[in-house]
């Protein structure tokens, strides 16, 4: 599977973006998808993930009522919906892609290339 993330770029504190991830394949649909977030100097982080049917959802408390993730596998798509974002969104967003739960860092099966989100003041 191959992920390809855009959507990225600056913004005011207050704005909304929304990045889109791409997968090739027919196998989109089997897939937990989500996002990380990797901020300057920091380790990568959990953001969001969406399950196969895109009926069940998991946020990061510090996104949670600000993002919403969503997916469309007819287009094998994910988005993320960004609203009120704050100087500290700022970071590097990854897709990713896994077979299953749990969404942990360290046992993604599959990431896409990045794009960067920057807030600014």
């Known amino acids: 599977v191959q992920l390809q993330a855009s959507g990225g770029g600056l913004v005011q504190a207050g704005g909304s973006l929304r990045l889109s991830c791409v997968a090739s394949?027919?196998?989109?649909?089997?897939?937990?998808m989500g996002w990380f977030r990797q901020a300057p100097g920091k380790e990568r982080e959990f953001v969001a993930y969406?399950?196969?049917?895109?009926?069940?959802?998991l946020y990061a408390d510090s996104v949670k009522g600000r993002f919403t993730i969503s997916r469309d596998n007819r287009r094998n798509t994910v988005y993320l919906q960004m609203n009120s974002l704050k100087l500290e969104d700022t970071a590097v967003y990854y897709c990713?892609?896994?077979?299953?739960?749990?969404?942990?860092?360290?046992?993604?099966?599959?990431w896409g290339q990045g794009t960067l989100v920057t807030v600014s003041s």
């Open positions: 990713a892609a896994d077979r299953g739960l749990p969404f942990n860092l360290h046992e993604i099966d599959y």
């Open positions: 394949g027919r196998t989109f649909s089997t897939y937990v």
């Open positions: 969406v399950e196969r049917t895109g009926t069940s959802t």
